[in-house]
């Protein structure tokens, strides 16, 4: 289950993430980008199963928040589920809302560092790699890339230069 909510972040109602997803309601999002200590970020490649957005390029990870979870519990179980990382506490960067007509999205946005291997969930990712922010930038300019990921690197961009 997961919370919908008004424009100011408010809950309005409680609903499965299935009719979120087929009905595009406003809901919560975490999403971490993830950096190695090279400054390199992680991209990755969503299953070609996912409905929203599959086989498109993305950046980081992004967790929908269940009913009554905060976004830094979405925040870790989405780095845990996804690339099997663990023990990471992320930084806030900060807070958008991403809307369009098939997603709507409020995200807090934060930053981790992990140098370990990522072990992807095959379920939700097909491939994970990290490449330099500019390889992140071409590959959402010339790859299919999900909107939602191409709108958080771009303030996360503008944010860091």
Same mark, same amino acid.
């Given at each position: 289950?997961?919370?919908?909510?008004? !424009?100011?972040?408010?809950?309005?109602?409680?609903?499965?993430?299935?009719?979120?997803?087929?009905? *595009?309601?406003?809901?919560?999002?975490?999403?971490?980008?993830?950096?190695?200590?090279? =400054?390199?970020?992680?991209?990755?490649?969503?299953? !070609?199963?996912?409905?929203?957005?599959? =086989?498109?390029?993305?950046?980081?990870? *992004?967790?929908?928040?269940?009913?009554?979870?905060?976004? !830094?519990? *979405?925040?870790?179980? =989405?780095?845990?589920?996804?690339? =099997?990382?663990?023990?990471?506490?992320?930084? /806030?960067?900060?807070?958008?809302?991403?809307?369009?007509?098939?997603?709507?999205?409020?995200?807090?946005?934060?930053?981790?560092?992990? %140098?370990?291997?990522?072990?992807?969930? +095959?379920?939700?990712?097909? +491939?994970?790699? /990290?490449?330099?922010? %500019?390889?992140?930038?071409?590959?959402?300019?010339?790859?299919?890339?999900?909107?939602?990921?191409?709108?958080?690197?771009?303030?996360?961009?503008?944010?860091?230069?």
């Amino acid at each position: 289950m997961v919370d919908i909510v008004d !424009e100011k972040d408010k809950v309005i109602s409680t609903t499965t993430k299935r009719e979120m997803v087929e009905n *595009a309601l406003l809901h919560r999002a975490a999403r971490v980008v993830l950096l190695n200590s090279k =400054g390199e970020v992680l991209v990755q490649k969503r299953s !070609e199963k996912k409905k929203v957005y599959p =086989g498109c390029w993305d950046i980081g990870v *992004a967790e929908t928040v269940q009913s009554g979870e905060s976004f !830094e519990e *979405a925040a870790t179980r =989405g780095l845990n589920e996804e690339m =099997g990382v663990s023990d990471v506490i992320g930084d /806030f960067l900060f807070k958008t809302k991403f809307l369009s007509k098939d997603n709507n999205v409020i995200y807090k946005v934060f930053e981790a560092f992990y %140098d370990g291997d990522v072990k992807v969930q +095959e379920e939700e990712v097909d +491939e994970a790699r /990290f490449v330099p922010l %500019d390889g992140a930038i071409s590959i959402a300019n010339l790859e299919k890339f999900s909107p939602t990921g191409k709108f958080i690197l771009d303030k996360y961009v503008e944010m860091k230069r």
